[in-house]
């Protein structure tokens, strides 16, 4: 079988890209958390990609507890989104929509001076069902459109039918879904790295 890998190689002039990884489902077997490995595999080489565990262990977003201080488990989210350049969100969707711990993890995120303000943002989503979560993503993308992140335009990657896809090891195997990701990504990292000079910028600007 041919692999389809669409690495690029990087020059010694090309910056690394990092990217926070968060993951919308908990579950070991989860084919989301299989998409996010899939992800790992596939980047480009001038890519990294550090995926945040945990997100079960932020409190439920309170205003009083923001108050008191961060907890530390969301001072840690807020320190990896600080240290990344883009976020890269792999969801499943629950009830035609977002699940809750990832909603909660970007509520926390999106408060004081918000790390998720001009950050480019991919998101992928993989489900059982054909429409592979394209009801979760048109959530996602209307959240974080209005705390000002910059959502990588079309086309969206909706994994249907995501258990077909992936083989006893929960490794991605089908091809033509593996070449949708590899670009996906070279996309993320592209649009990273046009992004870059505005955000700088906005940052010496503000
Ligand atoms: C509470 C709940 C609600 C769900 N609602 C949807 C839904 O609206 N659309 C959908 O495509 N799948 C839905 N599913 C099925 C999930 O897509 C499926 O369980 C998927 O495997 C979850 O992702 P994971 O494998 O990454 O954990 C739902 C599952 C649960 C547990």
Redesign the pocket.
């Known amino acids: 079988m041919t692999v389809v890998t669409y690495q690029t190689k990087p020059t010694s002039n090309q910056p690394v890209v990092r990217v926070l990884g968060l993951t919308g ?1 908990l ?1 070991s ?5 299989a998409l996010m490995s899939a992800a790992h595999e596939l980047k480009p080489d001038d890519m990294q990609i550090m995926d945040h565990a945990g997100l079960d262990q932020l409190p439920y977003f309170n205003e009083d507890v923001e108050t008191e201080g961060d907890p530390t488990t969301v001072q840690a989210l807020k320190s990896a989104l600080h240290s990344v350049d883009a976020l890269l969100i792999v969801t ?6 977002v699940p809750a711990v990832l909603k909660n993890a970007i509520d926390w995120a999106s408060r004081g001076a918000s790390l998720l303000k001009e950050m480019p943002v991919a998101l992928m989503s ?4 054909p ?3 394209q ?1 979760a993503q048109l959530q996602f993308r209307q959240t974080l459109t209005g705390i000002g992140a910059h959502v990588l335009p079309a086309p969206d990657i909706l994994i249907g039918s ?1 258990p077909q896809r992936f083989d006893a090891d929960l490794r991605l195997s089908d091809e033509p879904t593996r070449k949708l990701v590899a670009r996906h990504l070279v996309r993320l990292r592209d649009w990273t790295l046009a992004l870059g000079a505005l955000r700088l910028h906005l940052k010496e600007a503000a």
Request: aromatic share 4%; charged share 20%.
């Open positions: 489902s579950r077997q989860s084919v989301n958390r499943p969707e629950y009830n035609s929509g993989a489900s059982p069902s429409m592979g979560g009801r995501a």
